[in-house]
């Protein structure tokens, strides 16, 4: 069965005939201890997953493990939490891989009080990262954006224009206006369980348009009785948005499924 996995040999650049059944669209597949195996989990159950990185030298090895997947894509990220006059310097390496995925991410800006002190490089590296993207055009970015919402949504209207790329915000955390300026910027959402558990993330996910809706586990970060949770576990957050939006949950992980193509094929 794994074999025939195999047989159908998928470039990560490659669209069409997505035949999944769940959509994990931010994991970070190499902070799990079994990263290897966690990627034929992911190609065995079908799971759509978006490797994300949280640096450019993270990158060759989740690429090197994808590359023939049919389900799971490696990102290209630098992440805003990493980002600091440092490590700067990482950017053109960053930009070296672009041309090998379509996607990006982890990246954009953490506003939270333990980054602050690096807002300038981050908003630096943010902006440099969206104009390559526009200049490639074709992208689609996960997006972080814990306390700096309105920053990243401002960034993304100045640097990417719509036609030359396509945001994802990941853990959106910004208040409904923001969300609905997003939501105007055709952004997505993808949303995980730990915006679930909290009242705020609840009335947001009411608000957010149905099409516009993804799922992901931002895992191991987040977990479930002291333990990571894995692609393997999205379906608590589709039963979650099922019964938030009033739907089935086969309806909802349609649903999700339905973005997602949209998502990938959207001109
Ligand atoms: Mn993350």
Redesign the pocket.
Known sequence: MKFQIFLTMFKQNQNSKISTTLVDF?C?IDLYPDFERLIQICEFNKIFTLA?T?TPRAWQRNYDLTKNCKYVRSAIGF?PQLVNKETLNELPLWEKYLCKTRYVG?VGIDGSKDFISTLNEQKNAFIQILKKCSDSRNKIL?V?SVRSAGLVLDLINEYLARDRGKVVL??FTGSLEEAKRATNLECFFSINTAMTRTQKGRLLIKELPLERLLTET?GP?IKRSNKSIYPTDINSVICDIANLKNLSYKDTANLVIRNLKNLLTAP
């Open positions: 931010h970070h994300v949280t992440h982890e996960s972080h990941h853990w931002d970060f």
